[in-house]
Structures are given as C-alpha cells and as structure tokens.
C-alpha cells in the first residue's frame, strides 16, 4: 500500500528524531512527504528538507495568513526565487477565525501570492478559515488553477463549491475525531478523485494517537478512516488518493 502525506510541517521545531520519522513513514509505506512553509524560515527549511531526502521529501513555500503581515518587497524577492525550487506555493490564504493579520493585508498577499503561482505555474496549498466565500471569490479570478484546501473545515455547500472551481479537498486526523461529524459528511459527499490526506503534523494528531506529536507515517489512520467513511478498501482509498497527490504536485 503506497501513501503520501500531502500537509507536514516537518519544518517546525519538534522533529530533532527526524531521521526516526523519515524511517517510520517509509515504513507505514508512505512514497512521498510534502512539507509546507507557512513563512520564509520554514519555506527555506522545507527546501532543506527536499535536498536532504531527494526523491521523498517534496517542499512547498508560501507564506500563511496569520504571517502576512511581516512581508515586504525584500521578502517577495526572495520568495520568488524560492518558488523556482518548490513543487507548490503555500500554505497561502484567508484566516479570518483568528485574524493574526487583519483582514485586508490578508486578502493583498493572498491574490499576490496567487500571481506568483501562476507566473511559475505552480499548484497552490490554501489555508481557509471562517473565509469560504471570499477565498473561493478571489480563487475565481485566478482560474485555471490547480489548488487544495488543506484541512478543509467548511460543510458540504462550501465542499460543493470548491469542487465546482476544480479545487481538491485535504483531510487530515480530525477526521478520525468523536465529534467530527460535519467533516466525516463532507468526505462521504466528495468523491474520491478530489480528495488528498495528510497529517498536518505536529498538530492535529488521529486517535488512537491524540494528544501525542503527530508525524507523516500517521497519515494511515486518515486513510483508514476515510475508507471506512466512504465505505471503501483501504488500498482502494490509499491508490487513488496517493495518485491524486502526485497529479497534483507533479511528484
Ligand atoms: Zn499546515
């Protein structure tokens, strides 16, 4: 059974084990680990990462609503050339539940960011909070665009939307979470050719795990109970959504 994780931020402190971790995914038969910058460090780490383990590790780079507001002109250039070497831009986005930038440098560096990936033709992870319909609004004008909504928390009318745009949907542990019922009906409702997994980790960690570190070889609990959801195989589960990854990110 071949999995990818789609969403880690092995870039975060937390992974000084990080050889273990490589070796535990390889051996929950992980073929592919996509790690996402939320800023300029760690989009510089994710890089580092990918030339560590060629082949394996694949980065992203983009910097995160909640830290949009330290960017300037410098910090585009630099992101620009970073871009050249990454398989997608993100995470980029709206995060108006928490608003860490405000609303309207957001919505700048959200659309900028979006230019940048289509001038490198590169796909783009998207982080969205409580701004459904303005990212799918801002999205509409950059179309065609190849893009994800990690961790998607919004219902089935958003679901529906997102999917109308072309968009795939990312599901990660909570999934596997007692109360998430409204994610469990979103993935019953989204087909499977439109759905990718990933662990997001360190958070977001899947029971039987909770409250522990997460880490990409986790990314089988998302699969199982996405097949569970679905009521499908989980190698059935693992093969289309590992072949939508590498569609998406031209791994
Ligand atoms: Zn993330």
Redesign the pocket.
């Known amino acids: 059974m071949e999995l990818v994780d789609t969403?880690a931020?092995l870039n975060l402190p937390g992974y000084k084990d990080l050889p273990e971790v490589v070796a535990r995914a390889r051996e929950a038969g992980l073929s592919a680990i996509v790690v996402?910058g939320?800023d300029l460090k760690t989009s510089r780490k994710a890089l580092e990462l990918a030339e560590a383990y060629p082949g394996y590790v694949f980065p992203t780079v983009g910097v995160?609503p909640h830290e949009v507001k330290n960017l300037n002109e410098e910090a585009y250039r630099e992101l620009e050339a970073l871009a050249s070497r990454a398989v997608a831009l993100g995470?980029i986005g709206l995060d108006f539940a928490k608003e860490y930038s405000p609303r309207e440098l957001q919505l700048e560096h959200f659309e900028r960011q979006l230019s940048l990936a289509r001038e490198k033709n590169l796909p783009v992870?998207l982080?969205v909070r409580e701004a459904y319909e303005e990212a799918l609004a801002v999205i509409k004008k950059y179309l065609p665009l190849r893009a994800v909504f990690?961790?998607f928390a919004g219902g089935v009318p958003e679901a529906r939307k997102a999917l109308d745009l072309g968009c795939l949907l990312s599901v990660t542990g909570i999934v596997t979470f007692p109360k998430a019922e409204n994610i469990r009906e979103v993935v019953r409702f989204a087909p499977l050719e439109a759905l990718m997994l990933e662990t997001?980790c360190p958070?977001l960690t899947p029971v039987p795990f909770r409250g522990k570190r997460n880490e990409p070889a986790y990314v089988r609990y998302v699969c199982e109970k996405v097949a569970e959801v679905k009521g499908i195989e989980v190698s059935e589960c693992a093969r289309q959504t590992t072949e939508n990854a590498r569609a998406f990110f031209g791994i």
């Open positions: 969403h931020h996402v939320i995160h995470e992870v982080h990690h961790c997001d958070f």
